[in-house]
């Protein structure tokens, strides 16, 4: 995610031999964690009549979520992850390392170098709580997408993006924790190994700042942002939500950054292409249990307007 050059070569080479651990790790997740059954996306009439209309998910930026503690919870465990190595570092520069990874994500200026924007999911076809707090009440709707539809394919828009995840959110307070050790881990192996090997590159303090900064941004910007986006407290494991996060470096996402209104707030977020129109793409639409009577038609000929064979259209069974 950053320019090579400024680093001495076998700085960055323990930089890039971090940075092959994490993409391994994550392409092996994301492998394990292949979409393989409809994921739901629970919505109101504006926002179904929207996505067809403009063949467009929104992804809002990770800080306006409808819970503004979730990503906190997930950074926390971070911070606890930190603390473990700390409790048992004897090295000077394992100690600064953990402690400039802490004092990034204790500040507000952590994400300043990252756009990050994600959508929610869930395996959940017909759920009350779901219908109730994303489903205007039961008066929405629910769209079930295909497995297929989570790999995004629009090649300007791609080109945007440092990095698409999608993967369930972790309940499991011991899993969400360990993910992260893992990471942090990884990375002060590889600053010390190079700090003990090259002690003369060290020296300089231009050097050895730029090391750490290197370092800390990639433990940061993929693997630590992910997990924390993808934990939350097991009293929330009902919701079994699935989510699909963009991430973005420095100013490339910024063409397709837009931004609403919600109450006071100014809410941003990436219109990302969604192949809704496609055969195939979308395996069914639910109707809520509070929608108007006729809504299944008016829904089956809102998909007959824009060409969209093969979608079954159902009245949700919950009440």
């Known amino acids: 995610m950053h320019a090579k050059g400024a680093l001495p070569k076998q700085f960055q080479d323990a930089v890039d031999a971090f940075q092959e651990k994490v993409n391994a790790k994550l392409d092996s997740q994301q492998k394990a964690d292949e979409v393989q059954q409809p994921l739901y996306h629970y919505t109101t ?12 998910l929104w ?11 979730e990503f906190l919870y997930g950074k926390q465990l971070a911070l606890e992850a930190l603390d473990t190595y700390a409790a048992a570092a004897r090295n000077t520069f394992e100690k600064q390392l953990i402690e400039s990874v802490r004092s990034i994500l ?10 990050v924007f994600l959508a ?5 076809r017909d759920d009350s709580k779901q219908w109730e707090t994303y489903g205007d009440n039961g008066r929405g709707f629910a ?15 791609k080109t945007r993006i440092d990095k698409i995840l999608c993967g369930p959110v972790v309940y499991d307070q011991e899993k969400a924790l360990s993910r992260h050790k893992e990471a942090i881990g990884w990375a002060l192996d590889e600053f010390l190994k190079a700090a003990r090997l090259y002690p003369h590159l060290m020296m300089p303090p231009t050097n050895k700042d730029a090391f750490m900064k290197e370092m800390r941004m990639s433990l940061i910007a993929q693997p630590l942002i992910w997990y924390s986006l993808t934990a939350k407290k097991h009293d929330y494991h009902v919701e079994d939500e699935v989510r699909q996060v963009l991430l973005g470096a420095g100013d490339d996402l910024n063409p397709y950054i837009q931004t609403r209104d919600r109450g006071s707030e100014i809410v941003p977020y990436v219109a990302a292409p969604w192949r809704v129109r496609e055969a195939g793409m979308v395996d069914e639409i639910i109707v809520g249990p509070a929608a108007s009577l006729g809504a299944e ?23």
């Open 120 to 124: 929610c999911f869930t395996r959940k």
């Open 45 to 56: 009439d504006e926002g179904l009549k929207g996505i067809f209309e403009t063949e467009q």
């Open 106 to 115: 204790t500040s507000d200026q952590w994400d300043s170098a990252l756009d």
């Open 297 to 319: 038609e008016d829904v089956k000929a809102m998909l007959r307007s824009y060409g969209v064979d093969g979608v079954k259209v159902t009245r949700a069974e919950f009440r």
């Open 59 to 69: 992804f809002t930026g990770y800080r306006f979520q409808n819970d503004p503690d």
């Open 143 to 157: 769209i079930g997408f295909a497995p297929q539809m989570f790999a995004i394919e629009d090649p300007a828009f």
